[in-house]
């Protein structure tokens, strides 16, 4: 059965997307059978990918909303072994809609449950908030990756961030882990140096030996719909990828 992984924190611009997707495509390039579910309304993880949004008739809302089953919606990535479920801003409408429906954290979970065996990851990339989609991706889970932007504010919200996993542990998924902890957009500089050490000496064995390093090349890539493995291999952003994707499976 596959493993599925959320990857998650509420501040914006942290390097959620990227890694959800580049790590993805990774696990893909290494020949597993990987699902990139995109639970943001922004729809960066499906843009980044190279789908047309404005092409698709249905989507992640209409998994979650109407109950069609998520094999319905999910389209090929850019890659062989990679499928995604996209979205659009009709996600938005969700969380709205969905505030008085039954067992609406457990909206995702049950859709995973019908497509696990049909691959080894399944990875969802969450919006910037703790509202009711990331609930659901939390809830579908049986692993959280937190990613830290490498500077002053690092750990702002993090504490929030763990308290709401364990909240969600006791009450509506016992087994959710924290996967890792992943450091991103690391430079060579004396106060990235300085967040790198404190997270690790706070958060310990948890935090991931892989750094991403601040690499144009990763934000050039989605605009070609290529995660980095495709658009340019031998580049810092690719390697560090290929290396995270190592350390995951390694996980577990
Ligand atoms: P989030 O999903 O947490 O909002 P993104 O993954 O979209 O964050 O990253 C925010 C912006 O930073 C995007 O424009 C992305 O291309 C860029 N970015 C992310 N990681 C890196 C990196 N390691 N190096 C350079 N740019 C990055
Ligand atoms: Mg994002």
């Given at each position: 059965m596959g493993r599925v992984i959320v990857v998650a924190n509420q501040k914006g611009g942290v390097g959620k997307t990227t890694t959800a997707v580049n790590l993805a495509a990774c696990m893909a390039a290494a020949g597993?059978?990987?699902?990139?579910?995109?639970?943001?309304?922004?729809?960066?993880?499906?843009?980044g990918l190279g789908i047309d949004r404005a092409?698709?008739?249905?989507?992640?809302?209409?998994?979650?909303?109407?109950?069609v089953a998520l094999h319905e919606i999910v389209v090929p990535g850019p890659m062989e072994h990679l499928s995604v479920a996209p979205s659009t801003k009709d996600l938005v409408g969700a969380e709205l809609e969905l505030v008085n429906a039954t067992e609406r954290e457990f909206r995702l979970r049950r859709q995973?449950?019908?497509?696990?065996?049909?691959?080894?990851?399944?990875?969802?990339d969450c919006p910037p908030s703790l509202g009711l989609l990331t609930l659901n991706g939390l809830v579908a889970s049986d692993g959280v990756l937190i990613t830290l932007q490498c500077e002053y504010?690092?750990?702002?919200?993090?504490?929030?961030?763990?308290?709401t996993i364990v909240l969600v542990r006791d009450s509506l998924?016992?087994?959710?882990?924290?996967?890792?902890?992943?450091?991103?957009m690391f430079q060579h500089t004396n106060l990235s140096n300085q967040v790198v050490a404190d997270v690790r000496a706070h958060l310990g064995q948890k935090v991931y030996e892989t750094v991403i390093p601040r690499n144009v090349t990763l934000s050039e890539a989605p605009s070609f719909g290529q995660?980095?493995?495709?658009?340019?291999?031998?580049?810092?952003?690719?390697?560090?990828?290929?290396?995270?994707?190592?350390?995951?499976a390694a996980r577990g």
């Open positions: 597993r059978p990987t699902l990139l579910i995109d639970l943001d309304p922004q729809g960066n993880a499906s843009s092409a698709l008739e249905r989507t992640v809302y209409n998994a979650l909303v109407d109950g995973i449950e019908g497509v696990r065996d049909a691959y080894e990851y399944v990875f969802i504010y690092a750990l702002e919200g993090l504490s929030e961030l763990l308290h998924n016992p087994q959710l882990k924290l996967q890792g902890v992943l450091l991103t995660p980095v493995i495709l658009y340019d291999v031998r580049s810092p952003g690719a390697r560090a990828y290929i290396a995270l994707a190592t350390e995951v």
